[in-house]
């Protein structure tokens, strides 16, 4: 008698355990699956409509990065980027609430962000911001800088300028916009190492040296240079693609950005 009511205990207790285990693998797979809240995370890779917000408010500190995938924070573990981790940090500095808008494209060219500013669904964003971050010019000049042959120097100087003429255009729009903000550009680091060669990284320099002066040409604009930082970092900086900066990269970036807006 003792020993089949111990058995039908054991059994039920058996059974109890099994259900439980069962309602936890069914949970598991519920919480792993089900959609992501939308609300909770930017899918940076899509463009956002964002609801005009008309002039910059003194309680709201926006900043609107726009351009190419280092713009979008492409290749960083976290998701976010530069223009998010120097958020954070003027977050802490200034006690201030701050908003970040990025509407840059992965493997975008100066064409397409000249059209992106022109767009009048981009227009209320550039007035409400407080400080622009652009990044542009990388994927144009990678396909020099990847290609065998750059024998034709007029080739290149004609991509250079009509990317000039884009910047130039950008930068004029943004005013038209936005006469106050800060414009932040940032530079073209080397992520080729010892592979590239020396005329290309002639080239490389000359194109971020003709950048610099054409930013520098609004004093209320500065260029962040980032080939420097890169050049003993690229293992430690790059992610596995050894093209777009990783987390740390980007935070590197971060600092700069933070170091060189101080003395503004």
Same mark, same amino acid.
């Given at each position: 008698m003792i020993k089949k009511l111990m058995? #039908?205990? @054991?059994t039920i207790v058996g059974i109890i355990v099994i259900i439980t285990a069962i309602i936890g693998i069914i949970t598991s797979i519920y919480i792993t699956t089900r959609p992501m809240d939308k609300t909770a995370v930017k899918d940076k890779?899509?463009?956002e409509t964002i609801k005009p917000t008309g002039k910059p408010k003194n309680n709201v500190y926006n900043i609107l990065s726009m351009g190419d995938s280092i713009a979008n924070g492409t290749g960083d573990?976290? +998701? #976010?980027? !530069?223009a998010d981790y120097y958020a954070d940090s003027y977050k802490k500095d200034t006690k201030q609430t701050v908003n970040v808008n990025n509407i840059a494209v992965n493997g975008d060219v100066s064409d397409g962000l000249s059209q992106i500013v022109r767009n009048k669904e981009t227009s209320p964003i550039i007035q409400s911001s407080n400080l @622009? !971050?652009?990044s542009i010019g990388g994927n144009e000049i990678k396909q020099f800088a990847t290609s065998d042959d750059i024998s034709s120097l007029a080739g290149i100087k004609t991509v250079e300028n009509h990317y000039l003429s884009n910047l130039g255009n950008?930068?004029?729009k943004i005013r038209s916009e936005n006469s106050k903000c800060m414009i932040v550009f940032i +530079?073209?680091? =080397?992520?080729f190492g010892d592979d590239i060669t020396q005329d290309k990284l002639e080239l490389l320099d000359d194109w971020n040296y003709e950048t610099q002066k054409l930013v520098s040409d609004d004093s =209320?604009?500065?260029y962040i240079p980032t080939y420097d930082l890169f050049k003993y970092n690229m293992k430690k900086y790059l992610t596995i693609d050894n093209f777009h900066p990783n987390s740390e +990269?980007?935070?590197?970036i971060a600092r700069r950005i933070g170091e060189t807006l101080k003395n503004k």
């Open positions: 058995l #039908r205990i @054991i890779t899509t463009k573990e976290t +998701g #976010r980027g !530069f @622009i !971050f652009i950008v930068l004029k +530079g073209l680091y =080397n992520p =209320n604009a500065v +990269g980007y935070r590197a």
